[in-house]
């Protein structure tokens, strides 16, 4: 009786272990990553907008015009990164801009 109750032990802790090695979690990606098909975008690092700021609006497209090689694309916006990092620029998701825009502002005191 006692091996019997030990194959049906064994039997059942071989069951429960190969269901938990067939069901790995899928993997998730960082928060702070964009989906490869997202559309990238640059958000000032102190957090101000070009939009109502001619000055700025006009140094963003100098800086731009300087760092990135082939406008048009996330593969492009991405070889551009560190040029426009070292010019105050960081490079977003679009759906997380206004976010960190704003974000950006408030560690900067705006």
Known sequence: MNHLNSAVVA????????????????????????????????????GQSGRANPALADQFAADRATCVQAPGDNAALRAAEACMGQRGYALVPASQAAARAAEYRRMAGY
């Open 11 to 46: 039997v059942l802790a071989a069951i429960t272990l190969a269901g938990c090695v067939s069901s790995r979690p899928a993997p998730v990606a960082p928060s702070n990553v964009a989906p490869v098909s997202e559309a990238l975008t640059w958000v000032r690092k102190d």
